[in-house]
């Protein structure tokens, strides 16, 4: 089996948040190359049940690989956490103890340039976290409209020269379809200005970026696993989430801050009607970043934000 070398972000700070203890069941929705997974359960014991959920199915053989040694139940499953409670009623386990979703995209994924999801690697215009899923970010690029295009850009990508982008996008298309990464590298460098491009990150940072959230669904599967997360915590569960970008966190903060809240009534209203209680207890006011240390040692932790909860009833 091949080696990819994985370092697992916020470490000490997930185990720290998610307290996994021997005998729990934790779910890892995002379980990758097993990472965290791996820290998870050292901590679960021979009595404990440690159940991942992935994507890539190539991941979920290397994650399997990584935890052979774990002496508890090991439940490994092929699909999206976005129907993690449809995944557990299957193994008929009604609730969990704590909730991982590390939102990154996977070594795996960003180091087999073949996958279509670096702009560093010349590779088919791909970018499917699953691969069995049919719709590809080739078939974005060359079916969206002008419209569409400016608004996954600008909105997934937060790219100022968003509707530039697309629009030369649309032009080169009429003569010939975009099938490659390089191919796409190109037109987006053309389509920004030079001066634009001299500082700042890589000028098709951002558009492959919004190309992938689009393409995997990530901000809508994101919600719906939030949602299924909390309603599937056990009291006093908890659950933790890692985000890359500020779209993910938004999400995240939003989430969890709505469930906090006992009332669930209109602003206008002047006396609760509802008679809501809290569902969850934010853990993490402000979202916990990596060191410096961590950042110089793992340069892809640099934007990773991670928040927490536990569920109170």
């Known amino acids: 089996m091949a080696e990819f070398t994985h370092q697992p972000v916020l470490p000490a700070e997930v185990i720290k948040y998610l307290n ?10 995002t379980i990758g190359l097993g990472g965290h997974a ?47 409670a449809s995944f557990l009623a ?26 279509g999801f670096s702009y560093q690697h010349d590779a088919l215009l791909d970018m499917r976290m ?19 295009l400016t608004r996954v850009i600008r909105d997934y990508g937060e790219e100022r020269w968003a509707e530039r982008i697309a ?6 298309r009429k003569k010939a379809p ?24 890589h000028p098709a940072r951002r558009t492959f970026q919004a190309l992938r959230i689009a393409v995997n669904r990530e901000l809508e599967v994101l919600q719906e696993g939030l949602e299924q997360g909390i309603a599937c915590l056990k009291p006093h569960g908890r659950i ?14 939003h989430t969890f801050k709505q469930k906090a809240q006992a009332c669930r009534c209109p602003s206008n209203l002047p006396v609760c009607q509802c008679g809501g209680r809290p569902e969850i207890k934010i853990l993490t006011p402000r979202p916990v970043i990596p060191t410096n240390e961590e950042i110089a040692e793992n340069p892809r932790s640099r934007s990773a934000k991670l928040r927490a909860a536990y569920k109170l009833v």
């Open 38 to 84: 791996a820290l998870i359960a050292q901590r679960l014991g021979a009595s404990g049940v440690l159940f991942g959920i992935d994507q890539d199915e190539n991941a979920l053989l290397i994650a399997r690989h990584r935890l052979a040694g774990f002496p508890g139940r090991l439940i490994l499953r092929h699909g999206n956490f976005h129907a993690l």
């Open 240 to 253: 933790v989430v890692i985000s890359f970008h500020s779209l993910e966190d938004r999400i995240v903060k």
């Open 20 to 29: 996994p203890q021997p005998g729990e069941v934790i779910l890892d929705g």
């Open 178 to 201: 975009i099938r490659t990464t390089g191919e796409l590298v190109a037109v987006i460098k053309a389509a920004i200005p030079a001066a634009a491009r001299r500082e700042g990150p």
């Open 167 to 172: 629009r030369f996008i649309v032009e080169h």
């Open 90 to 115: 299957a193994e008929s386990i009604p609730a969990v103890d704590g909730i991982l979703l590390d939102l990154g995209v996977s070594s795996l994924q960003l180091d087999s340039g073949e996958r």
């Open 130 to 148: 699953n691969p069995a899923q049919e719709f590809t970010a080739a078939d974005l690029v060359n079916t969206y409209s002008l419209y569409d």
